[in-house]
């Protein structure tokens, strides 16, 4: 080790001061990478052999092969949303089928009552009918 800054160095000191400024360097340069206990949880070379390669992936559909699907500018005839609103929503379709079963069941209901208020009328003329049968043929009523 060099004492005296007024003699030269020799190579066994010259040696030993890269040995210490290269342990100094790797010390504190490594402060901030990753250990080998971080990197277990990484991928390794035996592991990424189970991933696509190039040659797997040259069947599918390549940057070339999209140029014949639609764009943007070949879209624009098709239906957009402002269209789309002549049309009625669900909520409004189920609006409607609440009112018209609302009316079916009100008819239904008038029906209903108009057939029974027919039944009790023939009802009543079948008794005055009986009633004139029983005292033509002297029958008495039970």
Do not use: C, W
């Not at 005296?4 to 010390?27: F, N, W, Y």
């Not at 991928?43 to 190039?54: H, N, P, Q």
């Not at 069947?59 to 269209?83: N, P, Q, T, V, W």
């Amino acid at each position: 080790m060099v004492t005296d800054d007024t003699q030269p160095l020799t190579k066994a000191d010259g040696r030993h001061i890269l040995e210490l400024l290269s342990q100094m360097v790797t010390k504190q340069d490594a402060k901030g990478f990753a250990t080998k206990e971080d990197l277990k949880g990484f991928a390794t070379k035996e592991d990424l052999k189970g991933f696509a390669t190039k040659e797997d992936l040259k069947g599918f559909a390549m940057k070339e092969d999209l140029k014949g699907f639609a764009m943007k500018e070949d879209l624009k005839g098709f239906a957009m949303k402002e269209d789309l609103k002549k049309f009625p929503t669900k909520d409004d379709l189920a609006a409607m089928e609440r009112r018209l079963l609302d009316h079916v069941n009100f008819l239904d209901e008038r029906n209903r009552k108009d057939y029974f208020d027919m039944l009790e009328i023939r009802y009543d003329q079948h008794d005055v009918r009986i009633s004139r049968l029983e005292q033509h043929t002297g029958i008495s009523p039970r």
